[in-house]
Nanobody, 115 residues
Framework: VQLVESGGALVQPGGSLRLSCAAS????????MRWYRQAPGKERVRIAT????????NYEDSVTGRFTISRDNAKNTAYLQMNSLKPEDTAVYYC?????????WGQGTQVTVSS
């Protein structure tokens, strides 16, 4: 079982990034997917959820209107489109898969927003 995030980078304020989370080793289409982030010295927080059927909820207040979660079940991949990035979005971003008690985490990808 693997969740592999990619797409993290150093970006200037106001810029955009698209994170990807490639899944393997389990039936991706049956799992709800979430993105979390953890800023330095802070707890990991959930920022968005997309169910296995594509219903989206739980956008964290600070990213509402700027970030969009999506998934492509044919590609076993979840995405996080991040626009209008701010320095406070700097964090390690993790994807998370869950179906009942079955939970998987990726290793994280670093996003740094700085001029």
């Amino acid at each position: 079982v693997q969740l592999v995030e990619s797409g993290g980078a150093l970006v200037q304020p106001g810029g955009s990034l698209r994170l990807s989370c490639a899944a393997s080793g389990f039936n991706f289409s049956n799992y709800d997917m979430r993105w979390y982030r953890q800023a330095p010295g802070k707890e990991r927080v959930r920022i968005a959820t997309i169910t296995n059927t594509g219903f989206i909820y739980n956008y964290e207040d600070s990213v509402t209107g700027r970030f969009t979660i999506s998934r492509d079940n044919a590609k076993n991949t979840a995405y996080l489109q991040m626009n209008s990035l701010k320095p406070e979005d700097t964090a390690v971003y993790y994807c998370h898969a869950r179906r009942g008690p079955s939970v998987y985490w990726g290793q994280g990808t670093q996003v740094t927003v700085s001029s």
